[in-house]
């Protein structure tokens, strides 16, 4: 199966920390995507990882893997009110030739 | 270009008529990907390209809807006699396509309603 699940709401105060996550059931998955989307806007790609690494950090980006139990997450340091979107997660099997199949979507609401 | 642009930005149509949309990819790259976002923000995987030739069709409807990259052409999507359901938001995205760690990048989208 190539299901992507997300849970579909987060509210966080600016400044703290915001994580998200991600569960996903393909095991055959070898690149794992974080997608950012603004209202009425494209898929901005945030960072990804490879299915060979449990952590990848990318300035305020912290992406954790655990492929054991096919869990990803995002966390996102002192989040701001720019970072409220909707953020997708993504998994392909090739990122270059392959269709990505797309998570369900969290939606962040950064509160001033 | 530098981006993958998508026109028109957003198109209606009334039931039964039919749907264009069209996507320029990135200068080089030789993958083109469709994928319609409906209301609940599901994806869906419609169709890829590998140049002009059609790579993957596994999620495009058998009826109604096709695709088609032509050399020194935008690729286009067609609807032919759109429905209520087809009414979503449909992103183009291309890849240089020379290796499994290339991205996807996306198209601002075209926002396609029915009415």
């Known amino acids: 199966g190539e299901d992507v699940e997300q849970s579909l709401f987060l509210s966080v105060r600016e400044g703290d920390s915001s994580v998200i996550n991600c569960t996903y059931t393909d095991s055959s998955s070898t690149y794992l995507y974080w997608y950012k989307q603004e209202p009425g806007a494209g898929l901005q790609l945030l960072t990804y990882?490879?299915?060979?690494?449990d952590m990848k950090q990318d300035q305020r980006l912290t992406v954790l893997l655990n492929k054991k139990d096919k869990h990803l997450s995002l966390r996102i340091a002192d989040t701001q009110t720019g970072d409220s979107a909707i953020y997708f997660c993504a998994e392909t099997f090739s990122g270059g030739y392959q269709k990505v199949t797309f998570g369900t979507g969290t939606k962040l609401q950064v509160i001033p | 270009g530098e981006e993958v642009a998508q026109t028109p930005k957003h198109l209606v149509r009334g039931e039964g008529q039919k749907a264009k949309l069209y996507c320029a990819p990135i200068k080089g790259h030789s993958y083109v990907f469709w994928y319609q976002q409906v209301l609940k923000n599901e994806f869906k995987f419609l169709i890829s390209f590998q140049n002009e030739n059609v790579f993957d069709e596994t999620g495009m409807p058998k009826e109604r809807f096709s695709a088609k990259c032509l050399p020194n052409s935008p690729c286009s999507l067609e609807i032919q006699a759109t429905k209520l359901e087809d009414s979503a938001v449909y992103f183009c995205a291309s890849s240089q396509g020379t290796s499994d760690t290339d991205t996807q990048y996306f198209g601002p989208g075209t926002r396609l309603t029915v009415l």
């Open positions: 990882i490879f299915s060979n690494m």
